[in-house]
C-alpha cells in the first residue's frame, strides 16, 4: 500500500493535464522505478550528512548569511512607502523612509500619494541616525498597535506592523504593504543593529541559496564517494637531505 500511495503521490507531484496523462505517469512509476528513486535518495541523504558536507556547509553558511544581510540593507537603501493608518481619516495617508547610502541615517516623509518609484533623499524633510535607534519591536507590542481603536485592526495588518525605539520613549511606526516588506525591513534593520536575522524569508533564502552553492561546489564529486575520515598523514621521511639542482 505503501508503494502504491507513494506512486500516486509522485504522479500528481507531476501535475498531469488529463487522466489519461496520470495514467501514463502511473504506468512508468513501477514497483522497480519507485525502488530506485528511493535508493538514490537515500544515498544523497546520507552524502549529505556526512561530516565531511556537514563541516563544508558550516564554512559556507556565514558566506550566505552576509551575502542576505548586504541585500537586504541594499533594499532598504532603495526605500518602500508605507500607509499611516487613522481612525480619523477613511483615505490613507503615505509616507517613505530609505537608508542612507552609508547606512548611518534613515530619511523619512510624508507623501500626498503613493510614489511611481523611488524617493530622493532630499525631498525627505525627517531624519533618524542608525546610532539613535535602541530596538525594533513587532506585532502587538507596537505603540500604534496599543492605541485607541488599534485593537480593532484585523491579524494581517497586526502581522506587518513594527516600531523602531529611539532616544528614551520616542518610536517611529511602521505598518509594511505586505510580508516581504515586512520581513526585508525588520531583518534589515536588525542587521542595522548587529542582531541577528530571523524572518521566515531569511530561513527561505538561506535554504535556498545553501543548497545551491553545496550543489555546485560538490559537482565535480559527484558520483564519487567521500569518505567519512580524512586520509591518514604518511611517515615522516628517515633523513631531510633533499638535493634540488637548480641549474
Known amino acids: 500500500m505503501q508503494v502504491v500511495r507513494e506512486q500516486i503521490m509522485r504522479a500528481l507531484t507531476l501535475k498531469p493535464n488529463s487522466l489519461d496523462q496520470f495514467k501514463s505517469r502511473l504506468q512508468n512509476l513501477s514497483y522497480t522505478e519507485i525502488l530506485k528513486i528511493r535508493q538514490s535518495e537515500r544515498m544523497n541523504q546520507e552524502d ?63 507623501l500626498e500619494e503613493s510614489p511611481q518609484g523611488e524617493v530622493p533623499h532630499d525631498s525627505l524633510q525627517d531624519k533618524l541616525p542608525v546610532a539613535d535607534i535602541k530596538a525594533v519591536i513587532t506585532g502587538k507590542d507596537c505603540p500604534h498597535m496599543k ?42 534593520l536588525n542587521a542595522l543593529l548587529g542582531k541577528e536575522m530571523t524572518s521566515d524569508y531569511t530561513k527561505s533564502d538561506m535554504d535556498t541559496l545553501l543548497s545551491m552553492e553545496m550543489k555546485l561546489r560538490l ?25 634540488y639542482d637548480c641549474n
Open 219 to 243: 559537482l565535480d564529486l559527484e558520483n564519487i564517494q567521500i569518505p567519512e575520515a580524512p586520509p591518514p598523514i604518511p611517515k615522516e621521511p628517515s633523513n631531510y637531505d633533499f638535493v
Open 48 to 110: 549529505f550528512q556526512s561530516r565531511p558536507i556537514l563541516e563544508l556547509k558550516e564554512k559556507i553558511q556565514p558566506e550566505i548569511m552576509e551575502l542576505i544581510k548586504q541585500q537586504r540593507l541594499n533594499r532598504l537603501c532603495d526605500g518602500t512607502c508605507f500607509r499611516k493608518i487613522s481612525s480619523r481619516r477613511r483615505q490613507d495617508k503615505f509616507w517613505y523612509c530609505r537608508l542612507s547610502p552609508n547606512h548611518k541615517v534613515l530619511h523619512y516623509g510624508d
Open 147 to 188: 492605541e485607541k481603536g488599534a485593537l480593532k485592526q484585523n491579524k494581517e495588518v497586526l502581522e506587518l506592523a513594527f516600531s523602531v525605539l529611539y532616544e528614551s520613549d520616542e518610536y517611529l511606526n511602521f505598518i509594511a504593504p505586505d510580508k516581504h516588506e515586512y520581513c526585508v525591513w525588520t531583518d534589515g
